[in-house]
């Protein structure tokens, strides 16, 4: 059974930091990307962040660019997502999504829900004072 899993989410004050984890379970294929996306409440899902494991092409919205990172932990088989001064408005749930699509060139500049076509159920941010 393909599933993605979530974790590392929790409570921490303006300026810290959490570090996120994408564990992938039952992928009968290579996934080609891992995007990591969020939805604050009443706000429409926005994408955060994708690295591609074909081309290592990483993307990042503007909002957390020079704070947060993503990376492939191949120890453990999961893709992280490093969020670093942490700010009131990225309070949201996130969520990790894999592209298996050969022909779609994921993270190309934007950080896009297109192609993504397993999601995990996400894992809560809060950044609260």
């Known amino acids: 059974q393909v599933r993605l899993v979530e974790s590392g989410g929790g409570l921490v004050q303006p300026g810290g930091s959490l570090r996120l984890s994408c564990a992938a379970h039952?992928?009968?294929?290579?996934?080609?990307?891992i995007g990591w996306f969020r939805q604050a409440p009443g706000k429409e899902r926005e994408g955060v962040s994708c690295i591609n494991n074909k081309d290592g092409r990483t993307s990042y919205t503007d909002s957390v660019k020079g704070r947060f990172a993503i990376s492939w932990d191949s120890a453990r088989n999961t893709v992280d997502l490093q969020l670093n001064n942490l700010k009131l408005e990225d309070t949201a749930i996130y969520y990790c999504a894999a592209g298996t699509r050969p022909t779609i060139a994921y993270c190309s500049g934007n950080v896009s829900s297109r192609g993504m076509d397993y999601w995990g159920e996400g894992t809560l941010v809060t950044v609260s004072l």
């Open positions: 039952g992928f009968p294929l290579n996934y080609y990307a």
